[in-house]
């Protein structure tokens, strides 16, 4: 199936940037359970009351209903269960598979995305649940890096703040938001999910002092070999603070939206002040590089016509 057919028109709103405003990627990835499908209806919610109607891909085929209509959804494309039972596959090998199918789509998904840019601030993006899936397969690279390619990008960790409220997963989450900062390598933005539940001021505090992570991490009943894991990771994440942009939000009463947006704001400013000019750099690289190895074969075919040439033929 093409995927033109699954893009969906609707009238729901325009951007109020139109043409004059540059569109952003929201590429959102979070833990299943975080929140993160939510969130993305509670943005959808609150750029709708602004007169600026974002423009929603969805990525994950295994979800079975989302809280928002998608413009381009990959169940639209891929049917997941079926690409199970056909390659005999389990649930996460059939999540990236289908997420493979679709990513040989892609650049019919970008022309249908880059005609709307003049009509949307911003651009969508839900992955699945499984983040793994995502970040670390070849698919999920390709994505990422096509829309960085093309416009303003930002990656935005989803974390459910209640169940990193202990010191240990608490610094799971935070590995695995380094992780995925590094592996990306695109502004980032730490959202704290759920504060209407439980404040993320406890979060906040253990980034920025070190006594405080120490002294929450001696009051939990872990085992020494474990305290002295967690210790030592907190040392090597002490950087990786520093650089963070945090935010708490909550999916289900809206706090936290305009600070949200404010830090997306300061994502693109890196986008422009630190990525593109990298982008640029390693296209110019690789375009050198090409035009070497063309220049360098050219030699090589040269030096081949000139000693067929000097050959004596025997008759």
């Given amino acids: 199936m093409s995927a033109a057919q699954t893009d969906t028109e609707k009238a729901a709103g325009t951007s109020d940037g139109g043409s004059t405003e540059e569109a952003v990627n929201i590429i959102m990835i979070g833990m299943a359970g975080s ?116 416009r303003p990008t930002v990656v935005v960790y989803v974390v459910d703040t209640p169940r990193t409220a202990s010191p240990a997963t608490f610094m799971s989450n935070m590995m695995y938001a380094c992780s995925i900062l590094y592996k990306t390598q695109l502004p980032f933005v730490l959202a704290f999910n759920k504060t209407d539940v439980v404040s993320h001021e406890f979060a906040l505090r253990w980034m920025e002092d070190f006594e ?53 704001q300061e994502a693109v400013t890196e986008y422009h002040d630190e990525f593109k000019p990298t982008l640029q750099r390693q296209i110019e690289q690789k375009q050198a590089a090409e035009r070497e190895q063309k220049a360098e074969q050219l030699k090589q075919l040269m030096q081949d016509l000139s000693v067929t040439e000097g050959k004596e033929v025997d008759l």
């Fill in 35 to 150: 929140g993160k499908t939510t969130l993305m209806q509670r943005i959808n919610a609150y750029l709708h009351e602004r007169k600026t109607a974002p423009y929603i891909v969805n990525l994950d085929p295994a979800v079975s209903k989302v809280p928002f209509q998608a413009n381009i959804d990959i169940r639209d494309t891929v049917d997941y269960k079926q690409v199970m039972t056909e390659y005999n596959l389990g649930p996460n090998g059939g999540i990236l598979t289908s997420l493979n199918l679709f990513t040989t789509k892609l650049d019919q998904v970008m022309d249908i995305v880059d005609k709307r840019a003049g009509d949307h601030k911003y651009f969508l993006y839900d992955t699945p649940g499984q983040i793994e899936i995502f970040t670390w397969s070849a698919s999920g690279a390709i994505i990422s890096n096509t829309l960085a390619a093309t």
């Fill in 212 to 264: 405080q992570f120490q002294q929450a991490l001696m009051r939990q009943e872990e085992e020494r070999f474990m305290n002295s894991l967690i210790h030592s990771m907190s040392l090597v994440l002490d950087e990786f603070y520093n650089n963070l942009r945090v935010v708490g939000v909550s999916a289900m009463t809206g706090q936290g939206m305009d600070e949200f947006f404010k830090k997306i």
